[in-house]
């Protein structure tokens, strides 16, 4: 496909723009009534810090109301009442006939990291009577601040600023108060952590997802548990090995779906086997899987108020639909899909509407209405639509190849803003994270950026991706860095052919995290790229695996304990071929960041700086890892335009 040429003088997205950008999520739309609430976080540059806004949308659509600042949890069940938390933790309720705030319960959070697909949610019994939340307990005792005392595995933090880099000791338990107000009671005492909470139709039991192993800092399993609200009684309803996440009670309380995987190696960061629901009945029997034959990576599952079936969100070929799959049948069918990227969704009570936050390659995410099984959708807010008008973005267009072995690989490609068919123009590859993320049709910013800067983008799902089958996702087990490096490379080598406007002279390379991994690994391989940009990346596997919050990824992606696998671990790690590298290489690493600790960075710098290579290393300050919201709005421009400067210098002024 060849791009659109522009006569005006087009101007795409620039850095300054980026504070611009009001991030919308989590929609909730009342089980009763229209009313509607969502969260947009908006960036304050003086302050250098992110607002999160709750926003209500009467039924009308009519009035936009800014009724708290902090994150909206859930509808009381006749929708009257809106339940929230401040940013310190605070839980209140917003009733929406007075507009009256009042406060319910203060939430303790502690530091500890379970996983990505944890919740630490707060959820209201379906008689309206009481609401359910996960709080820690931090003990009165008082430890000596100059003297750490580690005496356990997972002792790290997501760190960041404003967030601890050592996690804390206490644990996360479930508590019950009176939706009317009054003492909250403990429901979950002990030495464990409770997280994910469902109720079940009869207000008195609450499901829990909670790893009771003998050792819960290093055996990554987990399982569905319950609690007896009256009597208080605990029960273990799965015997599942492997990881469990976000339980959700059917409506009549006989079933409970669940996503899981079995992998025996389990991890607290990205793993490579997709998660699928599970279903038990109510008292831990009839366990199956439902979704296995779908082949593709659920997220984000909610029952149908009839009980006959469940929604799910699953990412394919670069597009993340919702998708409906009948509880008796196992049939899976779409329900609201097309190019681009739906990342949640809510029910209302009849199951006849939802709302979810979609967002494409040209614009953020925004929050869509949709009824009668997906064939009316509605766009409900235009948070973003003003300013990006006076926009110009380019599109991407999406392309497949054939990979070495000759494999189909999928990939996009997004020309500079004010191309010319005459020109020739600079290529960068971006390389994304994971390693088992997936790009697509969803709205980037470093691709606009670099587009506006006069790069043609190219980014690719090289295997190990999501979105494209098991066996496709399980590409990078015992080979990070083997078969997608050569993915990334015939990618590269098919749009220098196919697109005679490319300059083959002209390339740079960048990634976040895995993808920094990966520009750190590409660099020590081939001597093709002008210039890189590694972004929060991983150097050295086997010092990875001893300092990271995600020390457990390599034992699963690599199949056994790291001190048994140094050999393999050594093999795949680009500081071990860096006295081949050349590139002229940036490294943007936060300070705090615990999960690609900055030491990753320090190691592959000083090795390339020892050896004559161009290369400057950034750290910024009290940052954790990467692209995520926690960068604040001045570090992350900085970020942006230091990329740009180093690709100008190096890429732009390579010999043509």
Request: overall charge negative; aromatic content about 10%; glycine content about 8%.
């Amino acid at each position: 496909m060849i791009p659109t040429e522009r006569n005006a003088s087009p101007r795409g997205l620039l850095t300054e723009d980026l504070c611009k950008i009001r991030k919308v999520g989590t929609a909730l739309l009342a089980p009763a009534g229209d009313d509607l609430v969502y969260h947009v976080s908006v960036a304050d540059i003086v302050q250098n810090e992110y607002d999160d806004l709750i926003i209500l949308v009467s039924a009308n659509r009519t009035a936009k109301t800014v009724l708290g600042h902090g994150a909206a949890h859930t509808w009381s069940p006749d929708g009257s009442e809106l339940l929230y938390e401040t940013g310190n933790g605070e839980l209140h309720i917003y009733t929406v006939k007075t507009a009256a705030s009042r406060f319910l319960a203060q939430r303790h959070d502690s530091s500890f990291f379970f996983n990505h697909l944890a919740l630490k949610n707060v959820i209201w019994s379906p008689d309206g009577q009481y609401i359910a939340y996960l709080s820690a307990d931090f003990s009165s005792e008082t430890e000596n601040s100059e003297i750490r005392v580690i005496d356990d595995l997972l002792y790290k933090s997501k760190g960041g600023r404003g967030r601890p880099v050592y996690a804390d000791h206490a644990c996360t338990h479930l508590y019950l108060v009176p939706a009317a107000g009054g003492s909250p009671v403990l429901l979950t005492p002990g030495p464990y952590n409770e997280h994910s909470i469902t109720w079940a139709s009869d207000s008195r039991h609450i499901a829990f997802i909670s790893n009771r192993t003998s050792r819960p800092d290093d055996i990554q399993q987990s399982d569905v548990w319950t609690v007896d609200t009256q009597t208080l009684k605990i029960t273990r309803l799965t015997q599942h090995k492997g990881m469990t996440y976000q339980p959700a009670w059917s409506p009549d309380g006989s079933q409970i779906a669940f996503l899981a995987v079995s992998g025996h190696f389990g991890t607290n960061d990205s793993t490579a086997e997709d998660t699928h629901i599970g279903l038990i009945s109510a008292d831990g029997s009839n366990f199956r899987y439902l979704t296995k034959s779908f082949d593709r990576r659920i997220e984000h599952i909610r029952w149908h108020p009839s009980g006959k079936h469940l929604f799910f969100i699953a990412g394919d070929h670069g597009d993340t639909s919702i998708y409906q799959v009948n509880i008796d049948k196992e049939e899976i069918t779409m329900v609201q899909g097309g190019t681009g990227c739906i990342y949640e969704f809510c029910l209302n009570s009849s199951g006849e509407e939802m709302v979810f936050i979609k967002s494409d390659t040209n614009r953020p995410a925004e929050v869509f209405l949709t009824s009668n099984h997906g064939t009316v959708m509605e766009q409900i807010t235009q948070e973003n639509t003003a300013w990006m008008e006076t926009k110009t973005l380019q599109q991407a267009s999406t392309f497949r190849f054939r990979s070495f072995d000759n494999l189909s690989v999928q990939g996009w490609l997004m020309p500079p803003v004010g191309f010319t068919a005459t020109q020739k123009y600079p290529l960068i590859l971006v390389i994304h994270g994971g390693p088992h993320n997936m790009f697509g049709h969803n709205f980037d910013e470093r691709m606009h950026l670099l587009s506006q800067a006069g790069y043609a983008v190219l980014y690719i799902n090289p295997r190990g991706s999501h979105g494209y089958g098991q066996t496709f996702s399980n590409g990078t087990i015992l080979n990070w860095g083997g078969g997608d490096y050569q993915d990334l490379m015939a990618g590269v080598d098919f749009v220098l052919k196919e697109y005679s406007w490319l300059d083959a002279k002209q390339l740079g390379v960048t990634g976040q995290s895995y993808g920094g991994y990966m520009t750190n690994w590409i660099i020590t391989q081939t001597s093709r790229f002008s210039a890189a940009v590694t972004d929060g990346g991983i150097s050295n596997l086997v010092s990875f695996a001893g300092t990271s919050l995600y020390h457990s990824l390599m034992e699963s992606e690599f199949g056994g304990r790291a001190c048994e696998r140094f050999d393999l671990l050594w093999q795949w790690s680009p500081l071990r071929n860096a006295n081949r590298a050349s590139t002229p290489t940036l490294f943007l690493h936060g300070e705090t960041d615990n999960e690609v600790p900055f030491s990753q960075a320090e190691e592959m710098y000083t090795a390339l700086k020892k050896q004559g290579v161009h290369t400057t290393l950034i750290q910024y300050t009290g940052e954790g890892h990467g692209w995520r919201p926690d960068l604040n709005p001045r570090s992350k421009a900085d970020l942006n335009e230091r990329m740009i400067r180093w690709f100008d210098t190096y890429v732009k002024a390579a010999t043509p």
